[in-house]
Protein backbone atom coordinates (compact mmCIF):
# COMPACT_ATOMS: atom_id res chain seq x y z
CA UNK A 1 0.00 0.00 0.00
CA UNK A 2 1.57 3.44 -0.91
CA UNK A 3 1.42 5.72 2.04
CA UNK A 4 -0.69 8.67 2.19
CA UNK A 5 0.98 11.58 1.34
CA UNK A 6 0.69 14.71 4.31
CA UNK A 7 1.53 17.99 5.80
CA UNK A 8 1.97 18.87 8.89
CA UNK A 9 0.70 21.87 10.77
CA UNK A 10 3.09 23.60 12.81
CA UNK A 11 1.91 26.17 15.89
CA UNK A 12 3.31 29.82 14.97
CA UNK A 13 3.27 29.93 18.57
CA UNK A 14 5.49 27.39 20.18
CA UNK A 15 6.82 25.55 16.47
CA UNK A 16 5.43 22.05 17.49
CA UNK A 17 4.18 19.98 15.10
CA UNK A 18 0.17 20.54 16.19
CA UNK A 19 -0.99 17.61 13.41
CA UNK A 20 -0.30 15.75 10.01
CA UNK A 21 -3.27 16.35 7.36
CA UNK A 22 -3.40 14.41 4.44
CA UNK A 23 -2.67 15.88 1.36
CA UNK A 24 -5.14 15.84 -1.48
CA UNK A 25 -4.52 15.14 -4.81
CA UNK A 26 -6.57 16.58 -7.46
CA UNK A 27 -8.28 13.11 -8.30
CA UNK A 28 -9.29 12.92 -4.74
CA UNK A 29 -10.95 16.23 -4.58
CA UNK A 30 -12.61 15.22 -8.12
CA UNK A 31 -14.15 12.53 -6.01
CA UNK A 32 -15.41 14.32 -2.90
CA UNK A 33 -17.45 16.23 -5.77
CA UNK A 34 -18.77 13.49 -7.53
CA UNK A 35 -19.75 12.11 -3.69
CA UNK A 36 -21.18 15.62 -2.70
CA UNK A 37 -23.21 15.36 -6.39
CA UNK A 38 -24.80 12.25 -5.47
CA UNK A 39 -25.91 13.56 -1.79
CA UNK A 40 -27.02 16.80 -3.58
CA UNK A 41 -30.35 14.74 -5.04
CA UNK A 42 -31.54 13.76 -1.72
CA UNK A 43 -30.30 17.29 0.04
CA UNK A 44 -31.97 19.76 -2.71
CA UNK A 45 -35.19 17.92 -1.45
CA UNK A 46 -35.32 18.99 2.00
CA UNK A 47 -37.02 22.25 3.24
CA UNK A 48 -35.33 25.12 3.87
CA UNK A 49 -36.87 24.88 7.40
CA UNK A 50 -35.06 22.05 8.08
CA UNK A 51 -32.02 22.61 6.93
CA UNK A 52 -32.41 26.11 9.06
CA UNK A 53 -32.95 23.20 12.03
CA UNK A 54 -29.57 21.65 11.19
CA UNK A 55 -27.97 24.95 11.04
CA UNK A 56 -29.58 26.21 14.31
CA UNK A 57 -28.62 23.06 15.92
CA UNK A 58 -24.73 23.48 14.78
CA UNK A 59 -24.61 27.15 15.72
CA UNK A 60 -25.58 25.73 19.16
CA UNK A 61 -22.94 23.14 19.14
CA UNK A 62 -20.38 25.57 18.08
CA UNK A 63 -21.65 27.68 21.09
CA UNK A 64 -21.01 24.49 23.77
CA UNK A 65 -17.50 24.21 21.92
CA UNK A 66 -16.76 27.62 21.93
CA UNK A 67 -13.81 27.87 24.13
CA UNK A 68 -11.65 24.42 23.05
CA UNK A 69 -12.26 25.58 19.51
CA UNK A 70 -10.75 29.26 20.16
CA UNK A 71 -7.86 27.32 21.91
CA UNK A 72 -7.28 25.21 18.61
CA UNK A 73 -7.58 28.67 16.49
CA UNK A 74 -5.20 30.18 18.81
CA UNK A 75 -2.72 27.02 18.50
CA UNK A 76 -2.78 27.06 14.98
CA UNK A 77 -2.86 30.87 13.78
CA UNK A 78 -1.28 32.61 16.92
CA UNK A 79 -3.82 34.98 17.78
CA UNK A 80 -4.86 35.99 21.33
CA UNK A 81 -7.32 33.94 23.21
CA UNK A 82 -10.00 36.67 23.28
CA UNK A 83 -9.75 37.60 19.63
CA UNK A 84 -10.58 33.93 18.64
CA UNK A 85 -13.42 33.55 20.93
CA UNK A 86 -14.81 37.03 19.48
CA UNK A 87 -14.33 35.69 16.15
CA UNK A 88 -16.15 32.49 16.85
CA UNK A 89 -19.13 34.26 18.74
CA UNK A 90 -19.65 35.82 15.18
CA UNK A 91 -19.66 32.56 13.67
CA UNK A 92 -22.30 31.65 15.94
CA UNK A 93 -24.03 34.50 15.28
CA UNK A 94 -23.93 33.73 11.29
CA UNK A 95 -25.82 30.89 11.86
CA UNK A 96 -28.48 31.55 13.70
CA UNK A 97 -29.26 34.75 11.57
CA UNK A 98 -28.96 32.54 8.35
CA UNK A 99 -31.01 29.57 10.38
CA UNK A 100 -33.64 32.26 11.20
CA UNK A 101 -33.74 33.11 7.10
CA UNK A 102 -35.29 29.83 6.74
CA UNK A 103 -38.66 30.86 7.92
CA UNK A 104 -39.01 34.06 6.25
CA UNK A 105 -40.59 34.72 2.84
CA UNK A 106 -38.09 34.49 -0.17
CA UNK A 107 -38.95 34.56 -3.93
CA UNK A 108 -41.33 37.18 -6.19
CA UNK A 109 -44.12 37.33 -8.03
CA UNK A 110 -44.14 38.59 -11.36
CA UNK A 111 -46.59 40.88 -12.98
CA UNK A 112 -47.45 39.10 -16.42
CA UNK A 113 -48.62 40.61 -20.02
CA UNK A 114 -50.38 37.76 -20.74
CA UNK A 115 -54.19 37.44 -18.58
CA UNK A 116 -54.24 34.51 -16.27
CA UNK A 117 -50.47 33.83 -16.19
CA UNK A 118 -49.16 33.50 -12.74
CA UNK A 119 -45.49 34.22 -12.81
CA UNK A 120 -43.18 33.21 -9.50
CA UNK A 121 -39.50 33.78 -9.29
CA UNK A 122 -37.71 31.52 -6.99
CA UNK A 123 -34.38 30.48 -5.70
CA UNK A 124 -33.01 27.10 -6.37
CA UNK A 125 -29.73 25.94 -5.54
CA UNK A 126 -26.71 25.16 -7.69
CA UNK A 127 -25.80 22.12 -6.87
CA UNK A 128 -22.07 21.33 -5.43
CA UNK A 129 -20.85 24.75 -3.76
CA UNK A 130 -16.19 24.21 -3.97
CA UNK A 131 -15.35 26.72 -1.05
CA UNK A 132 -11.38 27.72 -1.08
CA UNK A 133 -10.85 29.54 2.03
CA UNK A 134 -8.29 31.75 3.45
CA UNK A 135 -6.47 31.42 7.01
CA UNK A 136 -6.78 34.18 8.56
CA UNK A 137 -10.46 34.14 11.05
CA UNK A 138 -10.93 30.16 9.98
CA UNK A 139 -14.13 29.66 12.13
CA UNK A 140 -16.19 33.49 10.65
CA UNK A 141 -14.07 32.01 7.20
CA UNK A 142 -16.09 28.85 7.52
CA UNK A 143 -19.63 30.14 8.46
CA UNK A 144 -19.45 33.12 6.02
CA UNK A 145 -19.58 30.60 2.99
CA UNK A 146 -20.60 27.17 4.35
CA UNK A 147 -24.00 28.57 5.95
CA UNK A 148 -25.49 30.41 3.45
CA UNK A 149 -24.22 27.47 0.84
CA UNK A 150 -26.15 24.81 2.87
CA UNK A 151 -29.00 26.60 3.88
CA UNK A 152 -29.22 27.86 -0.05
CA UNK A 153 -29.78 24.06 -0.18
CA UNK A 154 -26.35 23.27 -2.20
CA UNK A 155 -24.18 20.03 -0.87
CA UNK A 156 -20.56 21.54 -0.33
CA UNK A 157 -16.97 20.63 -0.63
CA UNK A 158 -14.54 22.75 1.66
CA UNK A 159 -11.00 23.53 1.01
CA UNK A 160 -9.52 25.09 3.83
CA UNK A 161 -5.87 26.99 4.09
CA UNK A 162 -3.40 24.42 4.82
CA UNK A 163 -2.79 26.95 8.07
CA UNK A 164 -6.00 26.18 9.74
CA UNK A 165 -6.44 22.23 8.93
CA UNK A 166 -7.30 21.19 12.78
CA UNK A 167 -10.06 24.49 13.03
CA UNK A 168 -11.41 23.25 9.76
CA UNK A 169 -11.97 19.55 10.87
CA UNK A 170 -13.00 20.32 13.85
CA UNK A 171 -16.00 22.88 12.69
CA UNK A 172 -16.78 20.28 9.78
CA UNK A 173 -17.21 17.67 12.79
CA UNK A 174 -19.65 19.92 14.46
CA UNK A 175 -21.57 20.63 11.65
CA UNK A 176 -21.70 16.83 11.09
CA UNK A 177 -22.88 16.32 14.90
CA UNK A 178 -25.00 18.72 14.55
CA UNK A 179 -27.11 16.10 11.82
CA UNK A 180 -25.54 17.56 8.35
CA UNK A 181 -25.14 14.62 6.28
CA UNK A 182 -21.28 13.65 6.01
CA UNK A 183 -21.85 13.38 2.35
CA UNK A 184 -23.43 16.83 2.39
CA UNK A 185 -20.58 18.19 3.54
CA UNK A 186 -16.95 17.32 2.81
CA UNK A 187 -13.47 19.06 3.60
CA UNK A 188 -10.36 17.99 1.74
CA UNK A 189 -7.09 19.54 2.25
CA UNK A 190 -4.18 20.14 0.69
CA UNK A 191 -2.58 23.15 -1.77
CA UNK A 192 -3.67 24.52 -5.54
CA UNK A 193 -3.72 20.74 -6.16
CA UNK A 194 -6.92 19.55 -4.40
CA UNK A 195 -8.69 23.50 -5.30
CA UNK A 196 -8.22 23.31 -8.83
CA UNK A 197 -9.41 19.40 -8.62
CA UNK A 198 -12.61 21.32 -6.95
CA UNK A 199 -13.05 23.28 -9.87
CA UNK A 200 -12.00 21.04 -12.66
CA UNK A 201 -14.75 18.28 -11.02
CA UNK A 202 -17.50 20.33 -11.61
CA UNK A 203 -18.48 22.57 -8.83
CA UNK A 204 -21.33 24.54 -9.75
CA UNK A 205 -20.28 27.51 -7.83
CA UNK A 206 -16.84 28.31 -6.44
CA UNK A 207 -16.36 30.66 -3.51
CA UNK A 208 -12.76 31.45 -3.16
CA UNK A 209 -11.07 34.26 -0.30
CA UNK A 210 -8.06 35.15 -1.23
CA UNK A 211 -5.20 36.73 -2.34
CA UNK A 212 -5.71 38.36 -5.82
CA UNK A 213 -2.86 36.23 -7.90
CA UNK A 214 -4.70 32.62 -6.26
CA UNK A 215 -8.18 34.57 -7.34
CA UNK A 216 -7.12 35.40 -11.03
CA UNK A 217 -6.57 31.57 -11.21
CA UNK A 218 -9.82 30.52 -9.77
CA UNK A 219 -11.73 32.47 -12.25
CA UNK A 220 -9.42 31.32 -15.42
CA UNK A 221 -10.00 27.72 -14.43
CA UNK A 222 -13.85 28.54 -13.65
CA UNK A 223 -14.19 30.44 -16.82
CA UNK A 224 -13.89 26.68 -18.99
CA UNK A 225 -16.58 25.34 -16.78
CA UNK A 226 -18.81 28.37 -16.06
CA UNK A 227 -19.53 27.45 -12.81
CA UNK A 228 -20.62 30.66 -10.80
CA UNK A 229 -17.94 32.75 -8.37
CA UNK A 230 -17.72 34.15 -5.44
CA UNK A 231 -13.98 36.13 -5.36
CA UNK A 232 -13.72 37.51 -1.80
CA UNK A 233 -9.76 38.97 -2.23
CA UNK A 234 -7.31 41.61 -0.68
CA UNK A 235 -7.52 45.25 0.84
CA UNK A 236 -4.82 48.11 0.54
CA UNK A 237 -7.59 49.86 2.82
CA UNK A 238 -7.38 54.01 3.59
CA UNK A 239 -8.11 55.84 6.66
CA UNK A 240 -8.10 59.13 5.86
CA UNK A 241 -8.24 61.56 8.65
CA UNK A 242 -9.46 65.29 7.98
CA UNK A 243 -8.08 68.11 10.11
CA UNK A 244 -11.58 68.50 11.86
CA UNK A 245 -11.53 64.68 12.92
CA UNK A 246 -11.18 63.30 16.85
CA UNK A 247 -7.70 62.89 16.10
CA UNK A 248 -7.17 61.17 19.34
CA UNK A 249 -9.91 58.30 18.28
CA UNK A 250 -8.82 58.10 15.11
CA UNK A 251 -5.01 57.36 16.24
CA UNK A 252 -6.79 54.34 18.77
CA UNK A 253 -8.86 53.37 15.94
CA UNK A 254 -6.75 53.47 12.86
CA UNK A 255 -4.10 51.16 15.18
CA UNK A 256 -6.86 48.49 15.83
CA UNK A 257 -7.76 48.39 12.24
CA UNK A 258 -4.00 48.24 11.21
CA UNK A 259 -2.04 46.26 13.81
CA UNK A 260 -5.49 43.97 15.44
CA UNK A 261 -4.74 40.40 14.15
CA UNK A 262 -1.31 41.23 13.66
CA UNK A 263 -2.67 43.22 10.17
CA UNK A 264 -3.63 39.61 8.40
CA UNK A 265 -7.21 41.43 7.82
CA UNK A 266 -8.03 41.98 4.78
CA UNK A 267 -10.00 45.49 5.94
CA UNK A 268 -6.84 45.91 7.77
CA UNK A 269 -5.91 49.92 7.69
CA UNK A 270 -2.37 49.74 5.94
CA UNK A 271 -2.74 53.41 4.44
CA UNK A 272 -3.44 56.21 6.45
CA UNK A 273 -3.97 59.52 5.19
CA UNK A 274 -4.01 62.35 7.75
CA UNK A 275 -4.20 66.36 7.35
CA UNK A 276 -1.03 67.47 7.54
CA UNK A 277 -2.17 70.37 10.43
CA UNK A 278 -2.87 67.26 12.51
CA UNK A 279 -0.34 65.14 11.65
CA UNK A 280 2.12 65.40 14.41
CA UNK A 281 -0.71 65.78 16.94
CA UNK A 282 -1.56 61.88 15.18
CA UNK A 283 1.58 60.41 15.29
CA UNK A 284 2.24 61.33 18.82
CA UNK A 285 -0.87 59.65 19.59
CA UNK A 286 0.31 56.10 17.45
CA UNK A 287 3.84 56.69 19.71
CA UNK A 288 2.06 57.39 22.99
CA UNK A 289 -0.67 54.74 22.86
CA UNK A 290 2.12 52.02 21.27
CA UNK A 291 3.54 52.09 24.64
CA UNK A 292 0.14 49.62 25.25
CA UNK A 293 1.05 46.75 22.93
CA UNK A 294 2.09 43.37 23.77
CA UNK A 295 2.99 41.40 21.01
CA UNK A 296 3.79 37.90 20.54
CA UNK A 297 3.22 33.92 21.67
CA UNK A 298 2.85 34.68 25.08
CA UNK A 299 -0.89 34.42 26.64
CA UNK A 300 -1.13 37.87 27.83
CA UNK A 301 0.43 39.09 24.35
CA UNK A 302 -2.40 41.80 22.82
CA UNK A 303 -1.14 41.25 19.48
CA UNK A 304 -0.49 37.59 18.20
CA UNK A 305 2.19 36.12 15.55
CA UNK A 306 1.45 36.13 11.94
CA UNK A 307 0.60 32.82 10.62
CA UNK A 308 4.27 31.37 10.07
CA UNK A 309 7.73 32.09 9.99
CA UNK A 310 7.74 32.41 6.68
CA UNK A 311 5.04 35.30 6.74
CA UNK A 312 7.59 37.14 9.40
CA UNK A 313 10.35 36.94 6.85
CA UNK A 314 8.47 38.45 4.54
CA UNK A 315 7.26 41.12 6.59
CA UNK A 316 10.60 42.01 7.64
CA UNK A 317 11.64 41.85 3.66
CA UNK A 318 9.00 44.33 2.86
CA UNK A 319 10.13 46.96 5.93
CA UNK A 320 13.60 46.51 4.53
CA UNK A 321 12.34 47.82 1.23
CA UNK A 322 10.30 51.00 2.38
CA UNK A 323 13.76 51.83 4.48
CA UNK A 324 15.78 51.13 1.00
CA UNK A 325 13.14 53.72 -0.46
CA UNK A 326 14.09 55.91 2.12
CA UNK A 327 10.92 55.92 4.56
CA UNK A 328 11.76 55.86 7.59
CA UNK A 329 10.24 52.52 9.91
CA UNK A 330 9.80 52.55 13.34
CA UNK A 331 8.86 49.28 15.09
CA UNK A 332 5.83 49.50 18.28
CA UNK A 333 4.99 47.68 21.52
CA UNK A 334 7.30 45.57 23.40
CA UNK A 335 7.58 41.33 22.90
CA UNK A 336 5.60 39.22 24.83
CA UNK A 337 6.80 35.99 24.32
CA UNK A 338 9.26 35.35 21.38
CA UNK A 339 8.57 33.01 18.31
CA UNK A 340 9.58 32.82 15.21
CA UNK A 341 6.09 34.18 13.72
CA UNK A 342 6.27 37.09 16.30
CA UNK A 343 6.86 40.52 14.30
CA UNK A 344 7.09 44.08 16.29
CA UNK A 345 4.15 46.46 14.23
CA UNK A 346 5.33 48.95 12.48
CA UNK A 347 4.96 53.20 11.81
CA UNK A 348 5.87 53.76 7.70
CA UNK A 349 6.33 57.63 6.74
CA UNK A 350 8.09 59.01 4.52
CA UNK A 351 7.02 56.62 1.13
CA UNK A 352 5.23 57.69 -1.69
CA UNK A 353 1.63 57.17 -1.92
CA UNK A 354 1.63 56.36 -5.59
CA UNK A 355 4.85 54.00 -5.34
CA UNK A 356 4.49 49.81 -5.11
CA UNK A 357 5.76 49.84 -1.60
CA UNK A 358 3.27 52.65 -0.72
CA UNK A 359 0.39 50.98 -1.56
CA UNK A 360 1.01 47.36 -2.11
CA UNK A 361 -1.03 44.85 0.26
CA UNK A 362 1.31 43.67 3.13
CA UNK A 363 -0.79 41.13 5.37
CA UNK A 364 1.12 41.84 8.26
CA UNK A 365 1.18 44.78 11.16
CA UNK A 366 1.71 47.44 9.34
CA UNK A 367 0.79 51.44 8.93
CA UNK A 368 1.58 53.41 6.61
CA UNK A 369 1.40 57.36 7.40
CA UNK A 370 0.82 60.03 4.33
CA UNK A 371 -0.17 63.62 4.86
CA UNK A 372 -1.90 65.09 2.96
CA UNK A 373 -3.25 69.38 2.51
CA UNK A 374 -6.85 69.05 0.26
CA UNK A 375 -9.94 66.22 0.72
CA UNK A 376 -8.95 66.37 -3.51
CA UNK A 377 -5.63 64.95 -2.73
CA UNK A 378 -6.36 63.24 0.30
CA UNK A 379 -9.20 60.90 -2.49
CA UNK A 380 -6.92 60.77 -4.95
CA UNK A 381 -4.12 58.73 -2.64
CA UNK A 382 -6.89 57.07 -0.98
CA UNK A 383 -7.69 55.54 -4.90
CA UNK A 384 -4.49 55.27 -5.50
CA UNK A 385 -4.33 51.31 -4.75
CA UNK A 386 -5.73 48.60 -7.17
CA UNK A 387 -7.86 47.02 -4.39
CA UNK A 388 -10.97 49.09 -3.49
CA UNK A 389 -12.19 46.93 -0.42
CA UNK A 390 -12.71 48.97 2.54
CA UNK A 391 -12.27 52.49 3.86
CA UNK A 392 -12.50 55.01 6.39
CA UNK A 393 -12.94 58.77 6.82
CA UNK A 394 -12.51 60.60 10.52
CA UNK A 395 -14.26 63.86 10.62
CA UNK A 396 -16.52 66.03 12.60
CA UNK A 397 -18.23 67.26 9.55
CA UNK A 398 -20.61 65.02 8.35
CA UNK A 399 -21.27 66.61 5.04
CA UNK A 400 -17.99 66.68 3.96
CA UNK A 401 -17.15 63.04 4.89
CA UNK A 402 -20.25 61.98 3.07
CA UNK A 403 -18.80 63.80 -0.32
CA UNK A 404 -15.65 61.94 0.27
CA UNK A 405 -17.60 58.59 0.47
CA UNK A 406 -19.04 59.32 -3.19
CA UNK A 407 -15.78 59.14 -4.52
CA UNK A 408 -13.59 56.59 -2.91
CA UNK A 409 -13.84 53.35 -4.51
CA UNK A 410 -14.84 50.37 -1.93
CA UNK A 411 -17.11 48.22 -0.99
CA UNK A 412 -17.70 48.88 2.87
CA UNK A 413 -17.03 52.02 4.16
CA UNK A 414 -17.35 53.81 7.31
CA UNK A 415 -17.14 57.28 8.53
CA UNK A 416 -15.81 57.90 12.13
CA UNK A 417 -15.03 54.07 12.42
CA UNK A 418 -12.38 51.56 11.78
CA UNK A 419 -11.67 49.26 8.01
CA UNK A 420 -12.49 46.53 9.44
CA UNK A 421 -15.58 44.92 11.73
CA UNK A 422 -17.88 43.93 9.27
CA UNK A 423 -21.56 42.69 11.11
CA UNK A 424 -22.69 39.03 10.14
CA UNK A 425 -26.02 41.01 8.69
CA UNK A 426 -23.75 43.36 6.25
CA UNK A 427 -22.89 42.06 2.96
CA UNK A 428 -19.11 42.23 2.81
CA UNK A 429 -16.73 42.63 -0.21
CA UNK A 430 -15.27 45.15 -2.60
CA UNK A 431 -14.54 46.20 -5.66
CA UNK A 432 -11.65 46.57 -8.11
CA UNK A 433 -9.12 43.46 -7.05
CA UNK A 434 -10.59 43.36 -4.29
CA UNK A 435 -13.83 41.19 -5.57
CA UNK A 436 -15.43 39.85 -8.95
CA UNK A 437 -18.80 41.51 -7.28
CA UNK A 438 -20.43 39.07 -5.40
CA UNK A 439 -20.60 39.71 -1.63
CA UNK A 440 -20.68 37.46 1.60
CA UNK A 441 -22.33 37.47 4.66
CA UNK A 442 -25.87 38.98 4.27
CA UNK A 443 -29.12 38.07 3.54
CA UNK A 444 -27.16 38.78 -0.15
CA UNK A 445 -25.12 35.76 0.67
CA UNK A 446 -28.47 33.35 0.14
CA UNK A 447 -28.65 34.81 -3.45
CA UNK A 448 -24.64 34.36 -3.98
CA UNK A 449 -25.03 30.87 -3.33
CA UNK A 450 -28.73 30.16 -5.03
CA UNK A 451 -29.78 30.40 -8.32
CA UNK A 452 -32.68 32.12 -9.80
CA UNK A 453 -35.43 30.10 -11.06
CA UNK A 454 -38.68 31.47 -13.05
CA UNK A 455 -42.06 29.36 -12.95
CA UNK A 456 -45.05 30.30 -14.57
CA UNK A 457 -48.66 28.46 -14.97
CA UNK A 458 -51.40 29.37 -17.46
CA UNK A 459 -54.79 29.33 -15.80
CA UNK A 460 -55.97 30.50 -18.90
CA UNK A 461 -54.69 27.74 -21.15
P1 LIG B 1 -3.95 32.50 -0.97
O1 LIG B 1 -4.52 33.06 -2.21
O2 LIG B 1 -2.51 32.14 -0.94
O3 LIG B 1 -4.74 31.18 -0.53
C1 LIG B 1 -6.13 31.15 -0.38
C2 LIG B 1 -6.64 29.73 -0.60
O4 LIG B 1 -6.40 29.35 -1.96
C3 LIG B 1 -5.94 28.67 0.26
O5 LIG B 1 -6.90 27.73 0.69
C4 LIG B 1 -4.96 28.05 -0.71
O6 LIG B 1 -4.60 26.73 -0.36
C5 LIG B 1 -5.78 28.06 -1.99
N1 LIG B 1 -4.99 27.95 -3.23
C6 LIG B 1 -3.65 28.00 -3.40
N2 LIG B 1 -3.35 27.88 -4.72
C7 LIG B 1 -4.51 27.75 -5.40
C8 LIG B 1 -4.85 27.61 -6.77
N3 LIG B 1 -3.92 27.58 -7.73
N4 LIG B 1 -6.16 27.54 -7.09
C9 LIG B 1 -7.12 27.60 -6.14
N5 LIG B 1 -6.85 27.75 -4.83
C10 LIG B 1 -5.56 27.81 -4.45
O7 LIG B 1 -4.28 33.56 0.16
P2 LIG B 1 -3.85 33.54 1.70
O8 LIG B 1 -2.42 33.89 1.82
O9 LIG B 1 -4.37 32.31 2.35
O10 LIG B 1 -4.76 34.72 2.25
C11 LIG B 1 -4.40 36.06 2.26
C12 LIG B 1 -5.25 36.84 1.29
O11 LIG B 1 -6.65 36.64 1.55
C13 LIG B 1 -5.02 38.34 1.41
O12 LIG B 1 -4.92 38.91 0.13
C14 LIG B 1 -6.27 38.80 2.12
O13 LIG B 1 -6.59 40.16 1.92
C15 LIG B 1 -7.31 37.88 1.54
N6 LIG B 1 -8.54 37.86 2.35
C16 LIG B 1 -9.69 38.36 1.81
C17 LIG B 1 -10.86 38.38 2.57
C18 LIG B 1 -12.15 38.94 2.02
O14 LIG B 1 -13.20 38.66 2.56
N7 LIG B 1 -12.12 39.73 0.96
C19 LIG B 1 -10.85 37.86 3.86
C20 LIG B 1 -9.67 37.36 4.38
C21 LIG B 1 -8.51 37.35 3.61
Not at 229 to 252: F, H, M, Q, W, Y
Not at 440 to 460: C, L
Amino acid sequence: MVARETFAKVSPLTGETLGNYPLSSTDEAIRAVESARRAFQTWKMTTVESRGRLIRAAARLLEDRKSELALLVRRETGKPLADSEAEIGGAIEMGYMLAAHGRFPYGKLLPSAIPLRQTRLQRVPLGVAALIITYNAPIPNFAWKIFPALMAGNTVVVKPSPHTPGSADAFVSILHEAGIPPEVLHVVHGEAEAATGLIEGGADLVSFTGSYPTGVKVLEAAAKTLAKTVIELGGSNPLVVRSDADVENAAKTAMDSAFSNAGQRCASASRVIVHSSVLEKFLDHVQTNAAQLTVGAADEATIGTLIDSSAAVAFEAYLQTCADSGASVTRLGVISGESAATVRPALVTGLDPYSEVGHTEVFGPVMRVFGFETDDQAVEIANATEFGLTAAIWSRDIVQAERMVSRIHAGVININGPTHGAEINYPFGGVKHSGNGSRDAGVEAIDAYSDVQVVSTFFGA
